[in-house]
């Protein structure tokens, strides 16, 4: 009898365990949803600019929640608050804070106001910029808003568990403890069916069924892409079907794919148990095509889907209803007598996640605006002080009866109008007027630090921080090619940190198309040292993902031309991940590639403008030699901040000195050079181009003029001690080559001399640039020589600049 006592006590233990799960689900689910319906609604009446809400993805997301592990990470979009909420990694109330923006990371810490709501993150950094144990939290990288972009990063986020399994050390060593736990951590992408259609999802399946990483991607199928209805996206009408040309066989490895149901719960539940458990133990990945899912309130607060959905898909909408089913899947249970909950159980669940939300979002509308009243308060006062004293006191007090009745005003509102009341009074010297100003300028500060604060690491290991190392030589002037000396400084990386990883195409095997790694792979293996297919875009997101989770990568691209296929994913996702998290997250991605001066329309591109102005939050290295280029590795390899590297592609078998401190020397960024002191004529250049600057300035030597010769060394950043700004001071004039386009690097070089270190001040003739043709580069030699700057263009164009300013010295050529 005791025996029999224990089992249906233990029985009833079960379902109980099991009820009280169920309900729990169904509370969660009923909060996510009114978190959506209610977040429309402070949108349409103002308090919020734009929302875009995860109703109808409630029930699927719950079920993944559950596989969801300590150390595991999400790559995302903006429709998965229900993950985000069921892995305990936002409450309402921060969502509530991040639709009306609130700028403080605390109360909003998946980017602190700065991106639209739905965008979500883990804090996985702490205060001083450094990595929390990962592995004692839930992590999620953060969001980015175009479709698919959250796809290459998602791969390497996976490709991470697969290193540190496989690893001869890392999982062992004490430091690596607090990113994995022995490989066994899952990565989680979700994706709405329509954005399936983009590159970097096919690009990102495909480079992840090669590498076989434990990444389960689940596609979020409601029928459609804003408007266009899904046989008008995907091939077949199913990204399962035309995916099933992947599912793995006995005899070749590839995907396990599985197909389910948004709205039913129960194999929701089992197919993403099963799902998981295969990632997690075999590093297969997954993919988990959710169908029939609904999105009651249309795509987003742009517009209705009244507008693009038949009568009957409506129908269909509310008939199907994740919840709606979920709902009656708890009503219909019956085993053995047990019952889950009675119709008014779950009313009483409903009516008590409605009042909660509200209350959550009342605080999150309570705290975002009694942050901005203080300035308000503050304001209105100096306001009326000023009016008191100003014989415009009239004019002041309509601008400050019209602040005060304004309906909720924001900070904008309240500079806006201080602004205009200091120039109102720009002409009076008061003391109110000092203390307006004093507290304008004041604002504006604290502004800079809610708004445009943590481009770059603010930590210690920021790449500013670290101190440069001089190469040193024995004076036995032994001299090789620039690749030797790059090889073996990839050698010393490689011994030094066991973390380090390079890749690329063709950059394992063979050693790179220069040979600048050759040998590695033999000596690192090929887990560190490894080849990839041609795919860019993939190649990047492999190294912000496992940048992410404290491995340092080393991506390369193989010419700068084939940036371009990657740039999006640096621009919208790489270079903003300390910007768009407020600090929260960072990715120390390396990319190194090699550019200039190589023949033909397609390898000779040089679109430095395009990169610099697309990849602000990066820092990019311009190297004039192989020496150069290898103390910028050595310093970032210390820093945690992502950086390119483009190395001067005619270098490689130029001869240089072997330094004695291979590994250890350290190239400062920001720091130009001055290779050679002159006094007529500043010449600014960098890369290959700088190497032509030096033949130049030899030949006008030749002709009497003495140059002197800046190599720039990095462009992000530019120049922070205006060394250039000073040697204006000596010389006058002002020449900048290079090979971009015309008006393209010289352009924002030109900016940063004349404007920001206000080198105009020294000019006596204007300045002038040399660039490419607006033409990409015609093939062959003569074809480089008449599309991209030579040494005869430079000593004539410096020549003319020196005839400009003395005809009698310096007689006309032409």
Not at 20 to 37: M, N, Q
Not at 619 to 625: A, E, G, I, L, S
Request: overall charge negative; aromatic content about 8%; some cysteine.
């Amino acid at each position: 009898m005791a025996k029999e006592s224990t089992v249906e006590t233990t029985e009833a233990l079960d379902f109980q365990t099991f009820k009280t799960e169920v309900l729990a689900d169904y509370r969660l689910a009923c909060i996510s949803r009114e978190t959506s319906l209610l977040g429309r609604k402070e949108v349409l009446t103002g308090k919020a600019k734009f929302g875009i809400f995860g109703d109808g993805k409630e029930l699927a997301q719950i079920a993944l929640a559950k596989q969801f592990q300590d150390g595991d990470f999400r790559s995302g979009y903006y429709r998965d608050q229900t993950l985000m909420m069921a892995i305990g990694q936002l409450t309402v109330q921060q969502y509530f804070s991040g639709l009306y923006a609130h700028t403080d990371e605390i109360v909003e810490p998946q980017s602190a106001g700065r991106q639209m709501g739905g965008h979500f993150a883990t804090r996985n950094l702490d205060a001083n910029g450094n990595w929390k144990n990962l592995m004692e939290q839930k992590n999620s990288s953060s969001d980015i808003s175009p479709t698919a972009g959250q796809m290459p990063r998602l791969l390497g986020l996976a490709q991470a568990s697969k290193v540190y399994r496989n690893h001869p050390t890392l999982k062992d060593l004490e430091q690596f403890k607090k990113f994995t736990n022995g490989g066994n951590e899952v990565a989680f992408g979700t994706i709405g069916d329509a954005s399936t259609s983009e590159g970097p999802f096919w690009e990102t399946i495909n480079a992840a069924g090669v590498l076989q990483v434990p990444m389960v991607m689940s596609v979020w199928d409601d029928g459609f892409g804003i408007s266009v209805p899904r046989e008008f996206q995907t091939t077949k009408g199913s990204i399962s079907e035309a995916l099933a040309g992947m599912q793995r066989t006995k005899d070749k490895t590839g995907y396990e794919i599985f197909v389910t149901k948004g709205w039913d719960y129960a194999h929701l539940c089992e197919t993403y148990e099963k799902a998981v458990k295969i990632a997690r133990e075999e590093h297969v990945p997954v993919l988990v095509h959710v169908k029939e899912v609904n999105q009651p309130q249309g795509h987003s607060t742009s517009g209705s889907h009244e507008r693009y959905k038949s009568e009957e898909r409506l129908q269909w909408e509310t008939d199907f209803d994740c919840i709606n089913k979920f709902k009656e899947w708890i009503l219909n249970f019956n085993a053995d007598g047990n019952v889950i909950a009675t119709a008014e159980e779950l009313e009483a669940i409903h009516k008590e996640a409605k009042s909660s939300v509200r209350d959550s979002k009342n605080e999150a509308w309570k705290a975002f605006t009694t942050d901005v009243q203080m300035d308000l308060a503050e304001a209105l006062r100096l306001l009326k002080s000023v009016a008191a004293e100003s014989p415009n006191g009239v004019f002041i007090s309509k601008e400050v009866e019209a602040l005060e009745k304004a309906f909720e005003p924001v900070r904008k509102d309240v500079l806006t109008i201080a602004r205009k009341v200091l120039r109102m009074v720009r002409e009076e010297n008061s003391a109110s007027k000092q203390a307006l100003a004093s507290w304008i300028k004041g604002r504006i500060n604290a502004n800079f630090d809610r708004y445009s604060s943590y481009l770059h690491s603010q930590s210690e290991q920021a790449a500013l921080n670290i101190e440069p190392v001089a190469p040193t030589y024995d004076g036995s002037n032994t001299q090789e090619d620039g690749r030797i000396i790059l090889r073996e400084n990839y050698r010393y990386i490689l011994e030094k940190y066991p973390e380090a990883l390079v890749f690329g195409e063709d950059a394992g095997k063979i050693g790179g198309v220069n040979q600048t790694l050759e040998g590695m792979q033999e000596q690192f293996g090929q887990l560190r040292v490894a080849d990839t297919g041609i795919r860019e875009c993939t190649i990047i997101g492999q190294g912000i993902g496992m940048a992410m989770r404290g491995l340092r990568p080393i991506a390369e691209i193989q010419y700068l031309d084939y940036l371009l296929y990657a740039i999006q994913v640096m621009s919208d996702d790489l270079s903003t991940v300390q910007y768009r998290t407020k600090g929260g997250q960072k990715a120390p991605l390396i990319i190194s590639t090699r550019g200039h001066r190589l023949e033909g329309i397609w390898h000779s591109g040089s679109p430095m403008g395009m990169i610099i102005n697309s990849i602000r939050g990066m820092h990019v290295c311009v190297p004039r030699n192989m020496t150069k280029a290898a103390g910028f590795y050595n310093l970032l390899m210390e820093a945690d901040e992502p950086a390119l590297v483009i190395e001067p592609l005619n270098g490689y078998r130029t001869k240089e000195l072997m330094p004695t401190n291979i590994g250890q020397f350290k190239e400062a960024l920001g720091v130009p050079e001055i290779v050679k002191e002159g006094a007529d004529l500043t010449i600014v250049s960098y890369g290959s181009t700088f190497n032509l600057c030096e033949i130049a300035a030899k030949q006008l030597m030749e002709i009497g003029i003495d140059v002197e010769l800046i190599d720039v060394q990095t462009l992000l950043p530019f120049d922070i001690n205006h060394l250039i700004a000073e040697s204006l001071e000596k010389t006058n004039r002002l020449l900048i080559v290079d090979e971009d386009v015309s008006s393209g690097a010289t352009a924002f070089i030109l900016d940063k001399i004349l404007v920001e270190q206000k080198g105009y001040y020294h000019l006596d003739s204007a300045p002038e640039t040399m660039s490419s043709k607006d033409h990409r580069p015609a093939y062959g030699s003569d074809g480089d020589y008449f599309s991209k700057p030579s040494i005869d263009d430079i000593v004539e164009k410096a020549y003319a600049m020196m005839h400009e300013a003395n005809p009698t010295k310096y007689p006309s050529m032409y």
